[in-house]
């Protein structure tokens, strides 16, 4: 018999939620990004829907609570934050002083990821520094017009690696962790990087913030400011002082703040929680 229902993205916490209602079991819905109602807003009112039959949500940023209680009608007592967890890459712990710097991206190539404007900012530092390379991982719709952006003389500098399954490792030969997306929930991809002790420049949207601390662990820039992350980069290209200890950084916030422990503590009290209220009613 089941207890309790969790579902994860939109369309699977719409469909638990009429089900748990007509199970008449409680309903946890995890929230992973704001794009989904951005993109289409009259998805909000079924999440308002389910919310009166009973779910309850998790979001998986204080960003990404604030859009869904403060903007779109969802109560603050029914909707938690719970982060994202990432265990710690061990195997690149330190950010290494070697003569080539690589910078990566790592993500789905689709257009709200930006990954065109990394691209276009790598090729003017690329003028600059002989000794710098691109590492791109993921897939996507953008990978063909991404390629074909990427200028002849500098083919042999930008690395478009595809999708790949050892992410973790190949983060182990990176110096320096980019995102540059226009929207984010909580990116597992800045998650896994800073777990590597990667420092990380990334855009200051959604719940970047929560991830990388400007000055600290990496550097928040503007989403519209393409010169800001090409001068965010240079001072990490040329200090590696700062690389390093930036790297620490990224892993001791990755260690406080997102890991496994935390995440598994804060569901079950929830869950519990949740149990606890069904068998209160049912007395």
Same mark, same amino acid.
């Given at each position: ?16 939620? !009429? ?10 819905? @995890? ?21 009166? !039959?009973? @779910?309850?949500?998790?979001?998986? *940023? ?6 869904? @209680? ?6 603050? %007592? ?7 967890y990432c265990e710690l890459n061990t195997c690149a712990s330190n950010v290494k002083c070697a003569p080539n710097i690589k910078l990566f991206v790592v993500g789905r190539?689709?257009? !709200? ?11 003017? /530092? ?27 003389? !500098? ?10 399954? +050892? ?21 597992? *991809?800045? %998650? ?21 601390? +400007? +000055?600290?662990?990496?550097? %928040?820039?503007?989403? +519209? ?16 002082? %700062? ?18 422990? @935390? ?6 009290? /929830? ?5 606890? *209220? ?6």
């Open positions: 018999m089941i207890a309790l229902l969790h579902s994860h993205l939109f369309g699977p916490i719409v469909g638990g939620g !009429l089900a748990a209602f007509l199970a008449r079991i409680p309903h946890l819905g @995890t929230l992973h990004d704001i794009y989904m109602v951005e993109e289409k807003p009259l998805r909000i009112r079924l999440l308002q829907l389910v919310e009166r !039959l009973g @779910t309850r949500f998790v979001a998986v *940023s204080k960003n990404m609570r604030d859009f869904y @209680t403060q903007h779109h009608g969802i109560s603050k %007592l029914k909707c938690a934050t719970i982060y994202n190539l689709i257009k !709200l990821k930006r990954v065109d404007r990394v691209i276009s900012v790598f090729c003017g /530092l690329a003028k600059e520094y002989s000794n710098i390379e691109l590492v791109i991982v993921g897939e996507g719709e953008e990978a063909v017009p991404l390629k074909q952006q990427v200028p002849k003389n !500098l083919e042999h500098r930008i690395s478009f690696l595809g999708r790949r399954e +050892d992410v973790a490792r190949l983060l182990c030969s990176a110096d320096i962790f980019i995102q540059f997306s226009e929207t984010e929930g909580l990116s597992m *991809s800045i %998650l896994e990087a800073i777990a590597a002790g990667l420092p990380a420049v990334v855009s200051d949207v959604g719940g970047n913030s929560e991830l990388v601390v +400007d +000055d600290v662990n990496g550097f %928040l820039v503007p989403a +519209d400011n393409d010169g800001e992350l090409g001068e965010k980069l240079a001072i990490l290209i040329n200090d590696c002082d %700062l690389r390093e200890r930036m790297g620490r950084c990224s892993q001791a916030v990755a260690a406080e703040k997102f890991s496994k422990e @935390t995440f598994v503590e804060q569901y079950f009290s /929830l869950y519990n929680l949740l149990l606890s *209220s069904k068998n209160a009613q049912v007395n």
